[in-house]
């Protein structure tokens, strides 16, 4: 829109110069200062409507990228969440008298990890560094997915080993722990890029009031 009004002014300007030298006076018919400055307001309109436009533009792109870093983080909490939950059921399963009630709220869980798993693959479309790191995240979401069900089957052995459940156990602690730190490397660096993006939307603004404001000012000066 700025960039329209801008090279609408430029075509009258052109206009004027043309009937003023069709009429014989020649482009300085209406004396020197006043083209100059006529020349200048013009050049001022041009100058803020492209920097308008650039700034819509790039206000545009960044609140784009700003929104996905934004669902990026709330789909990595949720998957968190539901690997946590899935985790808590298997407990409840093993410290209860094997409720199946805790399987089935457990297979739920696994469903929607299945979800959010392929929620960030489709997200992280084209961004390659980032779908290295689902990639990798997905890998230990399922191997700890594997793990409880696997503690599950031990338990329901017919003559369990304590030894072997002890051991998977505390490997599973283990793929828990690592699990933890992959979810906690996701959340900071879309944290980081959130405030990369409110930064760049910020200093967009500012250029933009600095371009009007000193627009203006000139304008004020030459009058």
Known sequence: M??????????MGLAVSLILNHAGG?????????TVVFGIGL???????????????QLIATSREAAHSEQMLHTNASLQAAVAQAQNHTRGYLLTPHDERFLTARR??????????????????????????????????REALQWFQSVTSAAQASTPDPSALGQK?????????????SFQ???????????????????????SYAIIFAGTLISLIIR
């Open 2 to 11: 700025a960039v329209h009004t801008s090279m609408a002014l430029a075509v």
């Open 169 to 181: 156990v505390e490997h599973g602690e283990d793929l828990m722990q690592a699990l933890r730190s």
């Open 108 to 141: 739920a869980s696994m469903d929607e990890c299945t979800a959010l798993l392929r929620t960030m693959w489709q997200l992280t479309e084209n961004n390659p560094p980032q779908r290295t790191r689902v990639l990798q995240l997905q890998a230990q979401v």
């Open 26 to 34: 020649g482009l300085w018919a209406i004396s020197r200062v006043i």
């Open 43 to 57: 050049s001022l309109f041009i100058v803020i409507g492209l920097n308008s436009s650039r700034s819509v533009a």
């Open 185 to 207: 490397g996701i959340d900071s660096e879309e944290q980081a890029l959130v405030r990369q993006h409110e930064a760049g939307a910020e200093n967009v603004s500012r250029t």
